[in-house]
């Protein structure tokens, strides 16, 4: 019984996203769906409920979401852009999607008693061969910058840190004495692979 288990041929779970990937049941089909360039990905824009794969993603937000100016910011590659991040804020969420192939890149701000920290993540699935982002995020004070450069991580959902928890990567933790008021004037320059991790 279990030799015809394992050579069951099964569907990727992800075959509703179009996914037309057959595998043998167990670890060939869990590793193929973790890396599944259909897996779902949820729109990161507050109030939106929408799930798809990541190209059909990209033009929902593109075709839903382009007049919310608030939280989705078009841009292009290697110019910067300045924005801003209001703490006090509970989704604060904002997204920029790029120009040309639609990406979404997401940035979040989490006050802390220690200061403040900025995530940078792309709603991407983990898929070899898809296009890998770095990115230079600056705190802009009026005497300090506070700049950093790394890789920006990729996730499938947008999550909220609980309190007392704190990113593992892809962030900037700015400290508490560079927080005059509960809002950031930041600036962010993205770019394709390792571009900005150096800088």
């Not at 109030?47 to 979401?65: E, F, M, V």
């Amino acid at each position: 019984m279990e030799k015809i288990i394992e050579a069951s041929i099964v569907p990727c779970r992800n075959s509703v996203h179009r996914c037309k990937e057959t595998t043998t049941y167990g670890y060939q089909s869990s590793s193929h769906e973790k890396l599944c360039a259909y897996i779902p990905c949820s729109c990161p824009l507050p109030n939106c409920n929408y799930i798809g794969s990541y190209t059909d993603l990209k033009s929902h937000a593109r075709s839903s979401h382009s007049r919310d100016e608030d939280y989705l910011i078009p841009f292009a590659l290697n110019q910067s852009l300045i924005f801003g991040i209001d703490l006090k804020k509970k989704e604060n969420v904002t997204v920029f999607q790029e120009e040309k192939d639609g990406d979404l890149i997401v940035v979040q701000g989490f006050k802390r008693s220690h200061g403040a920290y900025v995530t940078v993540s792309c709603i991407s699935p983990l898929t070899p061969g898809l296009r890998n982002f770095s990115c230079s995020l600056a705190k802009l004070k009026e005497h300090a910058t506070l700049r950093l450069g790394f890789m920006v991580k990729k996730i499938q959902k947008v999550g909220v840190l609980q309190e007392g928890e704190e990113p593992k990567d892809g962030f900037m933790l700015i400290p508490s004495y560079m927080l005059t008021t509960d809002h950031l004037k930041m600036q962010i320059c993205i770019g394709s692979e390792y571009k900005y991790i150096h800088i």
